[in-house]
């Protein structure tokens, strides 16, 4: 052993000491945590999946099909980690948007979302992810196939992560990234790609957090007759007047809907 020093990376996550005559490093204890993104596991507990985070980025593309509830999910993590966040739309080079995709990065940018269009196949719209992730550390997630891997190897120039084409059969993204992996960006900051999904969901410390993970929700709750209310049912509720009016996406209501009856169901003893 050389002695416990900061890792290049991640030294405000870990104290790890370098081994001798090897690149790899061994963690020897974990530093407090000012954020978590987290999700709870079958067993009713929270997964930690990544830590000390100042922006989450989600990667989704028109192939594999987008599961925009997941999107909603992540964004919705992300603001309750008081972290910034991007949609980033890959796969451009692939040709125009699918209706469907287009309506809903339309409805992320009102609701005042970053929204960015990449092709990592072609390079094309990296240079602002790089800008957005300037400085920061940040990580990449979303379904399996959307080319998280591929926009990493872009960003750092080189082909540092596997990747793997969508499977012709099924149209879903193969399971590449078994494990995250964390890498240093050539601008400042670093990068985390993650595993990809097929479902995903935060832990959430009590279901009425969820109306804050929503900002467009958040910004009308404070119109409410009661400061309680879960806009569902409830009289007077801004939440469901701005949804019946079209200024609140009705599938982005629905989104909040399911995430909440979700966190309600794990919230149970």
Request: aromatic content about 4%.
């Amino acid at each position: 052993m050389k002695g416990r020093r900061l890792h290049p990376v991640c030294g405000d996550l870990v104290d790890a000491e370098p081994l001798e005559h090897d690149p790899e490093w061994v963690i020897v204890a974990i530093r407090p945590r000012r954020n978590e993104l987290t999700r709870p596991n079958l067993r009713g507990r929270v997964e930690v999946l990544a830590a000390n985070l100042d922006a989450i980025v989600v990667v989704t593309a028109d192939l594999p099909p987008p599961d925009w509830f997941i999107v909603d999910r992540y964004l919705c993590a992300a603001e309750l980690m008081g972290v910034v966040s991007a949609v980033a739309f890959n796969k451009i080079d692939l040709g125009e948007l699918h209706p469907a995709s287009a309506r809903a990065l339309e409805e992320y940018r009102e609701a005042g979302y970053v929204i960015l269009h990449t092709s990592a196949r072609e390079g094309l719209g990296v240079d602002a992810l790089l800008d957005f992730l300037a400085g920061r550390r940040g990580i990449l997630v979303g379904q399996s196939g959307v080319g998280k891997s591929s926009l990493v190897n872009r960003l750092v120039e080189r082909s540092l992560l596997p990747t793997a084409e969508i499977s012709e059969k099924r149209r879903e993204g193969r399971h590449t990234t078994v494990s995250s992996v964390m890498v240093a960006l050539p601008n400042g900051g670093a990068v985390i790609d993650s595993p990809g999904v097929r479902d995903y969901a935060p832990a959430v410390a009590e279901p009425a957090e969820v109306a804050r993970g929503y900002r467009e929700i958040a910004a009308a709750a404070p119109h409410c007759r009661f400061t309680d209310c879960r806009h569902l049912r409830e009289p007077d509720c801004a939440v469901k007047e701005r949804v019946e009016q079209g200024a609140i996406s009705s599938r982005r209501y629905e989104s909040y809907r399911r995430l909440l009856a979700l966190a309600e169901r794990l919230d149970r003893p």
